[in-house]
């Protein structure tokens, strides 16, 4: 099994680094409390995983905390923000102009991606992987275990109708059952990675 | 504005990387700044990954799925889950439950699921004042049928006492016929004379009398003579003329004034010549003189003297 794996693009290392007084200035200006802050920073980070991702980025992660970080530096100097929103997604931007500068990140070309594809049915966790999924579905409460089975169960062509059976059934439009469903999978997922985590 | 249709659609095309650059910044601008935005990426990220794990995009959409999510970690984890899960969900669509799809919902369920909360709230209301009303019906009929059964015990119990009131007329005629033709044999008779009068059949035991009213106490009256074995005496007192009372009392007293007999209270019909007292043992009047008092009852419930009767008892 080959793995694709690139080293983080060196070009977006900086010398700065992070630190707790510039972490808590950041945090501070997500909000005062500080439970709620650290749930809205993750929220943040969890949208420039996915710009940097869906952006083709090879570590969305890395690139996403290093938007991040430049963001803390720059409030931690003194930069007067105001919008911090807008400010964070134009560092994203800015980050992510350099990594496509960046003679060191790697693009797929379209043999690699092949290549990829054919070994995309070779999860190397694959059975560890099932037994973590068996185990998070049986810790759902029975509602949400019903719902994500019935939501993907069956094939393509009657797997609509089945949905819009589902959401009668519950009460609920059938967009208030596809927002349902991918919450019970967004936890299912993080129930999984961490599973994965502890066994490896 | 785009339709759901559409703007999942524009979603998808901006994942497969399918868009213009100013539109791939319009989308980005959403969906940084809109967290509903966001989760409807995140959706349809979701759906994607799905379609690319059972096999169900198009050759181009796989080819571009393939450029723009394979090249990471997270994008190719996210496709190892999503095959996990076809599989939980494969194996568990073995269990006879879940192979077919769910049943179809009742036309109700689907019509409760169509409507607004205010409809439902109204239909609800509506629901309560038709149980209400109907228990209201249910509880009135039962009230009238417990009502009706009453009627008809009663209507029963009627006939029945009608019947039996029947059946004694009949029986009564029959004895009067029976005692008409006995008379009819025997010839007439003559009518009772002031003073002793024969006794009256079916009984021999009782002797039958009619007296008048005067007589003064003392000066002996008419005289009764009882035979030997007559165990009680009638008496029928004639009027001097006809008393208006329905109700009478009577009390018969020795020469000496000593009350030996009394009947408090006896009827007979208003505006009569005569009225009869109930029978009077024979032991209560001895032989000897008698005062009887007749008093008849008025509209205030006090008595009032009608008459005096005076007779001796002899043998005979």
Same mark, same amino acid.
């Given at each position: ?200 | ?19 213009? =650059?100013?539109? /791939?910044?319009?989308? &980005?601008?959403?969906? %940084?700044?809109? +967290?509903? *935005? ?101 509880? =009135?009929?039962? /009230?009238?049928?417990? &009502?009706?059964?009453? %009627?008809?015990? +009663?209507? *029963? ?104 007999? /009394? ?11 005569? *009225? ?41």
């Amino acid at each position: 099994m080959e793995h694709f794996e690139v080293d983080p693009p060196t070009s977006l290392k900086k010398e700065w680094a992070l630190t707790k007084e510039a972490f808590d200035r950041l945090l501070g200006m997500l909000d005062m409390d500080r439970e709620r802050a650290g749930q809205k920073y993750e929220f943040v980070r969890l949208r420039l995983v996915k710009f940097f991702q869906w952006s083709g980025a090879i570590e969305p992660d890395v690139e996403a905390d290093e938007t991040l970080n430049r963001v803390a530096r720059k409030i931690d100097e003194g930069a007067n923000v105001y919008n911090l929103n807008a400010y964070i997604q134009g560092v994203a931007r800015l980050v992510k102009a350099e990594s496509l500068r960046n003679p060191l990140r790697k693009h797929l070309d379209i043999e690699e991606a092949y290549d990829l594809a054919a070994t995309i049915d070779e999860d190397p966790d694959k059975t560890e992987r099932r037994v973590c999924l068996d185990r998070c579905l049986g810790n759902l409460p029975d509602e949400s275990r019903e719902i994500i089975i019935t939501y993907y169960e069956n094939e393509k062509g009657i797997r609509i109708k089945c949905r819009k059976q589902l959401a009668t059934r519950l009460g609920i439009t059938p967009n208030a059952l596809r927002i349902n469903a991918h919450r019970i999978r967004m936890s299912l997922e993080t129930c999984v990675r961490e599973c994965l985590a502890h066994c490896s | 504005m785009l339709g759901k249709v559409e703007a999942d659609a524009r979603l998808t095309r901006y994942l497969l990387g399918a868009v213009s =650059e100013t539109e /791939r910044e319009n989308i &980005e601008a959403e969906y %940084l700044t809109d +967290e509903d *935005v966001f989760e409807q990426m995140l959706i349809a990220e979701d759906e994607l990954v799905d379609a690319y794990a059972r096999g169900e995009l198009a050759d181009q959409e796989r080819k571009q799925f393939e450029k723009n999510f394979l090249n990471s970690a997270r994008g190719r984890d996210r496709v190892h889950f999503s095959q996990a899960l076809a599989g939980v969900v494969s194996d568990a669509r073995s269990v006879p439950r879940r192979v077919s799809p769910s049943p179809s919902p009742s036309f109700f369920t689907a019509l409760w699921a169509s409507l607004t909360p205010k409809v439902r709230v109204a239909g609800v209301a509506f629901a309560v004042l038709l149980i209400t009303a109907f228990s209201w019906l249910l509880v =009135e009929r039962m /009230r009238m049928r417990t &009502e009706l059964q009453e %009627l008809r015990a +009663e209507q *029963v119990r009627l006939t029945e006492q009608s019947k039996e009131l029947q059946r004694i007329a009949d029986a009564e005629r029959a004895r009067s016929a029976e005692l008409a033709a006995q008379l009819q044999e025997r010839g007439p008779e003559p009518l009772p004379t002031e003073g002793a009068i024969p006794p009256k059949r079916p009984s021999e035991d009782i002797i039958a009398f009619n007296i008048s009213p005067g007589s003064v106490r003392g000066s002996g009256g008419t005289n009764l003579a009882v035979p030997s074995n007559a165990k009680s005496i009638r008496l029928t007192l004639s009027f001097e003329r006809p008393s208006s009372h329905k109700e009478y009392r009577a009390a018969i007293e020795t020469a000496d004034g000593n009350t030996v007999w /009394r009947k408090d209270s006896f009827t007979s019909r208003p505006n009569a010549d005569r *009225v009869s007292l109930p029978s009077i043992p024979v032991t209560a009047l001895p032989p000897g003189d008698y005062v009887l008092l007749l008093s008849g009852k008025q509209e205030d419930g006090s008595f009032e003297p009608v008459a005096n009767y005076s007779f001796r008892i002899s043998p005979k």
